[in-house]
């Protein structure tokens, strides 16, 4: 599997070299996803193919995606929160132990 990331200031061109990218890689065999996280959502655009926030099949081997940051924000917050929590949980009793006290008890939730 590889991952090929554009980057760069807007209107430079990222968002049509990464369809022309992505839709030889396709026409060369390879199963290839491509995504956008811009908030223009002009992706589809690049395919006339209408793209949202799953992906979605544009060509043979080809499916599109234009990544909806709210919308996902608001799908894995529940997740988000856990996993920060979780991660705070067990900072604090790292930390408990390298100080020598006794670690904060494991929440069962």
């Known amino acids: 599997m590889r991952t090929i990331l554009y980057t760069g200031k807007g209107g430079v061109g990222k968002t ?8 030889l890689a396709s026409k060369l065999g390879y199963r290839t996803a491509i995504m956008s996280t811009d908030p223009a959502h002009s992706l589809g655009d690049s395919f006339d193919k209408e793209l ?4 979605r099949p544009v060509a043979p081997n080809l499916w599109g995606q234009e990544v909806d940051v709210l ?3 608001q799908v894995y917050w529940r997740t ?3 996993w920060l929590a979780a991660r705070q949980a067990a900072r604090a009793r790292w930390r408990a132990l390298r100080q020598g006290r006794q ?3 494991r929440s069962s939730a």
């Open 16 to 23: 049509s070299v990464a369809a022309a990218t992505a839709l």
């Open 103 to 105: 670690p904060p008890a």
């Open 80 to 82: 988000i929160q856990e």
């Open 71 to 73: 919308r996902e924000l």
């Open 52 to 55: 949202g926030p799953e992906p």
